[in-house]
């Protein structure tokens, strides 16, 4: 299989990823972006209908005859619309003409990914700080950000990672800290099952990789 990044993208847009280093990219193939929305929705719904068939499932039943089709379109235009390089978020800077310098941060940002290894869900929450310096961005776009790189097959490590070097590369500033802590139901719901575990990842870069006690008043201020 070639996991090479791709080389071509949706008119407009930018390869995905190819602004982060090799060892945070998504492993994607280079005919990535080959087939439309519509192609591919029909492709998996066909594949998930032969699943649900090898499963012994009746697609003649009312409930069950639309399932492939709604699934198909979740994974496409949902769960995995961060694979596609036209949903990455623009983000505007704003002069900082408040001369605002403290640290800023967003908590709780509502996280929904998936586990790569078994294509089950990891549900939790992004808490993202910077420190401004010339330019500031609006606030939703923060939550765009985390939301653009969740919503692909995941994990934990590398979204962590990714979305801290978004932010520095978006906001021109090496101080930048994110947090993740999440549940995974390939823990919760097979394997071990257990439901009482949580995952905590963490990336400081910049000020905040160097100063002890902002990264303690980071913490304090997420309630860690």
């Avoid at 945070?24 to 929705?41: G, N």
Wanted: net charge negative; proline share 4%; charged share 25%.
């Amino acid at each position: 299989m070639d996991n090479s990044v791709p080389t071509s993208a949706p008119e407009g847009t930018l390869p995905v990823d190819t602004h982060l280093s090799a060892d945070l990219r998504t492993p994607l193939r280079s005919d990535a972006f080959e087939l439309t929305e519509d192609e591919k929705i029909a492709g998996i719904t066909e594949h998930f209908r032969e699943i649900m068939q090898l499963l012994g499932l009746d697609l003649t039943d009312d409930s069950l005859a639309g399932t492939p089709r709604r699934v198909a379109k979740m994974y496409v235009q949902e769960w995995f619309r961060g694979l596609s390089p036209e949903h990455r978020p623009e983000v505007r800077l704003f002069d900082n003409r408040y001369q605002y310098q403290q640290m800023l941060v967003e908590r709780d940002i509502t996280l929904f990914s998936c586990c790569e290894h078994h294509f089950v869900p990891i549900i939790g929450k992004a808490h993202v700080a910077y420190l401004p310096g010339e330019h500031v961005v609006g606030l939703s776009k923060l939550n765009r950000v985390v939301q653009y790189y969740a919503r692909r097959p995941q994990v934990q490590e590398r979204l962590t990672r990714q979305i801290a070097e978004e932010l520095k590369q978006t906001l021109h500033t090496d101080n930048v800290a994110v947090l993740i802590e999440a549940d995974h139901l390939c823990v919760m719901s097979r394997g071990v099952n257990d439901t009482s575990s949580s995952t905590i990842t963490a990336e400081y870069s910049g000020i905040f990789e160097q100063d002890a006690a902002l990264r303690a008043e980071f913490l304090r201020m997420i309630g860690k």
